[in-house]
């Protein structure tokens, strides 16, 4: 250290060179202020020139880098000359053909690195990792095996689903990086990669979106290969649904596919036959190729909507899944009130939509944004887009009355007064019938409300047909009851089995053997039931108490409409004849207290009081 300290302290001694005395030595460049430490130390420890060693690596530095890149890039061109490449993005549903496909594949896959996933929603979890929470939605395919094991012997059959259950078969798909597969004999490059995107086009955006990206590469400049393993991929998940109805919901501006359901027989919604009818045929018209080029031609947006309308329970969501299923389309279905769905996010979903589709919007008079903008009630509530919460002394008369009539499980009605409209209604009128949006697709909204709808959303053009949904009648009981008891022929395709235990099942009951005595009973039965007053939820509901007793529901009907008049009573809040003491107490009141009496108990009600 110390003979360092000196070196540096001490003037640089002139370089002495062993040159010919003719030619005079250059006398050594007197460093830079920033080199003069380097050079004083490199001098005194080697005796070396620092400034010629610099320059000397920089050289050979920047050659070797130059012929890495040269190298690099010709590599890159020879490789993209001789092989053939196709990216696949998460947008697309080519994404979830392959992923799907790739977790198929039990073998042939050469690599290390997996994303495995054992959750119930397998296909989020794989295709969007990180960014799906956890519902609690649990929506189970079909399985014949184990229908035909349960038909067998339930106690196996159920410590199996059980087993199952607790240890779900996890599935894997390459992670992030680039793996090797090999297909048909061909070696493929199968590259992952994920990209964050925020919302706003930033990438510190506040609420991202992930992108995923896959490319797979071939040798050879045909892309036969990769197009035949898309092709398959396709075809292996198309064919898992068969001809089962395939359900999307929306989830924060992209469809997700939930479940593939056995598609539900249009007669088993009872609904006005001429009505039922009328939109079945409505549809097959509009779905005919002929119709849409009489579209074209006359420049009319090629669309269709309807909407079903009517009290709780009453079959318009189970109509729209027997459409899908009659003419096998696939059902996606979105709720204005679902949270996170902002305007931006509704318009991509209505674009992003297939041709020869369902779209299902649920409970739109829930989403507060279908008022009718003239009516006082509007601008009472939504002033400003600010929902003005009620006054606690209950002063809004009409406010309670609706609440009555809506009953205790309404949600709608308290969703209207709480929260102020994310999705206004021009955002949701230019999703309909935007530019941009798809044609040849069929919107179906549903509502509790029709009257709460503004008559923009429900102007031809947007809205073709409206179709009341109403409680039972005499006709539809009648048509419920055959619907509920007629499948009792055993179905031959069914396996073995499922065969057998269908005959056990229908031994033991009393079921009704021939369509005439289905007939009679049906009609004794509709003839007990009062017309307009019980839904057809309700009424099922009844019906599955004798799923196997034809004849118990027959007998027993009459005593259940009595309890159910009774506790429909009840839940409408209990009145004076339930409580005679109360009712004599309460002789002397003048009519000023008794309305005082009512205003405060509608005030606790809203209360929750
Ligand atoms: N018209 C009907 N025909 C046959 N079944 C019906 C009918 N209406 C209701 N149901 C039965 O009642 C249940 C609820 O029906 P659904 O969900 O279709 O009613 P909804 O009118 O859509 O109700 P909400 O307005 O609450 O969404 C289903 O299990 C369905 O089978």
């Given at each position: 250290?110390?003979?360092?300290?000196?070196?540096?302290?001490?003037?640089?001694?002139?370089?002495?060179?062993?040159?010919?005395?003719?030619?005079?030595?250059?006398?050594?460049?007197?460093?830079?202020?920033?080199?003069?430490?380097?050079?004083?130390?490199?001098?005194?420890?080697?005796?070396?020139?620092?400034?010629?060693?610099?320059?000397?690596?920089?050289?050979?530095?920047?050659?070797?880098?130059?012929?890495?890149?040269?190298?690099?890039n010709t590599a890159y061109r020879i490789c993209d000359y001789y092989t053939s490449t196709v990216e696949v993005?998460?947008?697309?549903?080519t994404?979830?053909?392959l992923?799907?496909w790739m977790?198929?594949q039990?073998?042939y896959i050469y690599?290390?690195?997996?994303?495995?996933?054992?959750?119930?929603?397998?296909?989020?979890?794989?295709?969007?990792?990180?960014?799906?929470?956890?519902?609690?939605?649990?929506?189970?395919?079909?399985?014949?095996?184990?229908?035909?094991?349960?038909?067998?012997?339930?106690?196996?059959?159920?410590?199996?689903?059980?087993?199952?259950?607790?240890?779900?078969?996890?599935?894997?798909?390459?992670?992030?990086?680039v793996h090797l597969l090999r297909h048909d004999g061909t070696m493929i490059s199968f590259k992952?990669?994920?990209?964050?995107?925020?919302?706003?086009?930033?990438?510190?955006?506040?609420?991202?979106?992930?992108?995923?990206?896959v490319s797979l590469t071939c040798l050879g400049r045909s892309t036969a290969t990769l197009r035949k393993l898309l092709a398959e991929a396709?075809?292996?998940?198309?064919?898992?649904?068969?001809?089962?109805?395939?359900?999307?919901?929306?989830?924060?501006?992209?469809?997700?596919?939930?479940?593939?359901?056995?598609?539900?027989?249009?007669?088993?919604?009872?609904?006005?036959?001429?009505?039922?009818?009328?939109?079945?045929?409505?549809?097959?018209?509009?779905?005919?190729?002929?119709?849409?080029?009489?579209?074209?031609?006359?420049?009319?947006?090629?669309?269709?909507?309807?909407?079903?309308?009517?009290?709780?329970?009453?079959?318009?969501?189970?109509?729209?899944?027997?459409?899908?299923?009659?003419?096998?389309?696939?059902?996606?279905?979105?709720?204005?009130?679902?949270?996170?769905?902002?305007?931006?996010?509704?318009?991509?979903?209505?674009?992003?939509?297939?041709?020869?589709?369902?779209?299902?919007?649920?409970?739109?008079?829930?989403?507060?944004?279908?008022?009718?903008?003239?009516?006082?009630?509007?601008?009472?509530?939504?002033?400003?887009?600010?929902?003005?919460?009620?006054?606690?002394?209950?002063?809004?008369?009409?406010?309670?009355?609706?609440?009555?009539?809506?009953?205790?499980?309404?949600?709608?009605?308290?969703?209207?007064?709480?929260?102020?409209?994310?999705?206004?209604?021009?955002?949701?009128?230019?999703?309909?019938?935007?530019?941009?949006?798809?044609?040849?697709?069929?919107?179906?909204?549903?509502?509790?409300?029709?009257?709460?709808?503004?008559?923009?959303?429900?102007?031809?053009?947007?809205?073709?047909?409206?179709?009341?949904?109403?409680?039972?009648?005499?006709?539809?009981?009648?048509?419920?009851?055959?619907?509920?008891?007629?499948?009792?022929?055993?179905?031959?395709?069914?396996?073995?089995?499922?065969?057998?235990?269908?005959?056990?099942?229908?031994?033991?009951?009393?079921?009704?053997?021939?369509?005439?005595?289905?007939?009679?009973?049906?009609?004794?039965?509709?003839?007990?039931?009062?017309?307009?007053?019980?839904?057809?939820?309700?009424?099922?509901?009844?019906?599955?108490?004798?799923?196997?007793?034809?004849?118990?529901?027959?007998?027993?009907?009459?005593?259940?409409?009595?309890?159910?008049?009774?506790?429909?009573?009840?839940?409408?809040?209990?009145?004076?004849?339930?409580?005679?003491?109360?009712?004599?107490?309460?002789?002397?009141?003048?009519?000023?207290?008794?309305?005082?009496?009512?205003?405060?108990?509608?005030?606790?009600?809203?209360?929750?009081?």
């Amino acid at each position: 250290t110390a003979v360092l300290l000196r070196s540096l302290s001490a003037p640089p001694p002139k370089p002495t060179f062993t040159t010919a005395p003719a030619m005079t030595a250059p006398p050594m460049a007197e460093p830079a202020p920033s080199f003069y430490i380097p050079s004083r130390l490199f001098y005194s420890l080697q005796h070396l020139d620092f400034g010629q060693l610099l320059s000397l690596m920089l050289t050979i530095g920047a050659t070797f880098t130059s012929a890495f890149f040269v190298i690099r890039n010709t590599a890159y061109r020879i490789c993209d000359y001789y092989t053939s490449t196709v990216e696949v993005r998460s947008n697309d549903p080519t994404f979830d053909y392959l992923m799907y496909w790739m977790s198929e594949q039990k073998q042939y896959i050469y690599s290390t690195s997996f994303v495995a996933s054992a959750a119930t929603n397998m296909w989020d979890n794989m295709l969007y990792p990180g960014r799906v929470k956890r519902t609690g939605i649990q929506i189970e395919e079909d399985n014949e095996e184990d229908i035909a094991l349960a038909a067998n012997d339930f106690n196996t059959y159920w410590s199996q689903r059980i087993r199952h259950d607790k240890t779900r078969p996890i599935k894997y798909t390459p992670c992030e990086g680039v793996h090797l597969l090999r297909h048909d004999g061909t070696m493929i490059s199968f590259k992952r990669r994920s990209d964050q995107v925020s919302r706003q086009g930033r990438k510190d955006g506040p609420s991202f979106r992930q992108s995923e990206f896959v490319s797979l590469t071939c040798l050879g400049r045909s892309t036969a290969t990769l197009r035949k393993l898309l092709a398959e991929a396709q075809t292996s998940y198309v064919e898992r649904d068969g001809a089962k109805t395939v359900i999307y919901h929306s989830n924060r501006g992209m469809w997700q596919r939930r479940a593939s359901r056995i598609a539900r027989d249009i007669s088993t919604v009872v609904l006005d036959p001429v009505q039922k009818a009328a939109l079945v045929e409505d549809i097959r018209e509009y779905l005919h190729p002929l119709t849409k080029r009489w579209y074209r031609e006359r420049g009319i947006p090629y669309r269709r909507g309807y909407v079903l309308f009517g009290a709780p329970g009453t079959g318009k969501t189970s109509l729209c899944l027997a459409l899908a299923g009659l003419f096998s389309l696939p059902v996606y279905i979105s709720s204005l009130n679902e949270p996170g769905l902002s305007e931006e996010s509704l318009s991509q979903l209505f674009t992003t939509l297939p041709t020869r589709s369902i779209l299902l919007l649920e409970d739109v008079d829930a989403a507060g944004l279908t008022h009718k903008r003239s009516e006082k009630i509007s601008s009472r509530r939504y002033s400003g887009g600010i929902p003005v919460s009620q006054s606690d002394d209950g002063d809004d008369d009409d406010e309670g009355e609706e609440k009555e009539e809506d009953g205790p499980g309404s949600t709608s009605r308290r969703s209207k007064t709480t929260r102020s409209p994310r999705i206004s209604l021009s955002a949701l009128l230019n999703a309909i019938d935007g530019i941009i949006s798809v044609e040849g697709r069929i919107l179906i909204m549903t509502t509790n409300h029709i009257d709460h709808l503004d008559s923009a959303l429900l102007r031809p053009g947007r809205i073709d047909m409206s179709i009341y949904f109403g409680n039972i009648t005499t006709e539809t009981a009648e048509e419920l009851y055959r619907s509920f008891y007629s499948t009792q022929s055993i179905d031959s395709s069914s396996p073995q089995p499922v065969q057998d235990y269908q005959k056990r099942k229908l031994s033991s009951c009393d079921y009704p053997t021939s369509e005439e005595q289905l007939s009679s009973l049906a009609t004794v039965f509709a003839s007990r039931i009062p017309s307009g007053e019980i839904s057809p939820a309700e009424m099922q509901g009844y019906l599955l108490r004798h799923k196997y007793r034809p004849d118990k529901a027959i007998a027993n009907i009459q005593d259940w409409i009595v309890r159910f008049r009774y506790e429909k009573e009840m839940r409408k809040g209990p009145t004076r004849e339930h409580f005679p003491a109360t009712a004599a107490a309460d002789e002397g009141d003048t009519e000023s207290t008794a309305r005082a009496r009512s205003k405060n108990m509608r005030g606790r009600k809203r209360r929750g009081g």
